[in-house]
Nanobody
Framework: QVRLVESGGGLVQPGGSLRLSCAAS????????MSWVRQAPGKGLEWVSD????????HYPDSVKGRFTISRDNAKNTLYLQMNSLKPEDAAVYYC?????WGQGTLVTVSS
């Protein structure tokens, strides 16, 4: 059974950092492309990052490029999203996805 569980969200001041985790079970993270998306209040889903299977090439939209880093720990079968220089507009529920499944999300609030 495929399961994705996000954690690491919380309240952070503008300019701060957070690292989100996505613990996967029922499949192998490194063998599948994985993604992070987010949804701000009242807005649609926005793609944040993805990482390719195998070699692990990464991709980002301009809105987060240079500030966010997607990675994975194959031994822990876990996906990460390191978020630096956070802005108020980064506030959202963040979801990880893979093998046509999504987690329940973790809330990130950016406010002083």
């Amino acid at each position: 059974q495929v399961r994705l569980v996000e954690s690491g969200g919380g309240l952070v001041q503008p300019g701060g950092s957070l690292r989100l985790s996505c613990a996967a079970s029922g499949f192998t993270v490194s063998s599948n492309g994985m993604s992070w998306v987010r949804q701000a209040p009242g807005k649609g889903l926005e793609w944040v990052s993805d990482i390719e299977s195998g070699g692990g090439g990464t991709h980002y939209p301009d809105s987060v490029k240079g500030r966010f880093t997607i990675s994975r720990d194959n031994a822990k079968n876990t996906l990460y999203l390191q978020m630096n220089s956070l802005k108020p507009e980064d506030a959202a529920v963040y979801y990880c996805g893979g093998v046509e499944s999504w987690g329940q999300g973790t809330l990130v609030t950016v406010s002083s």
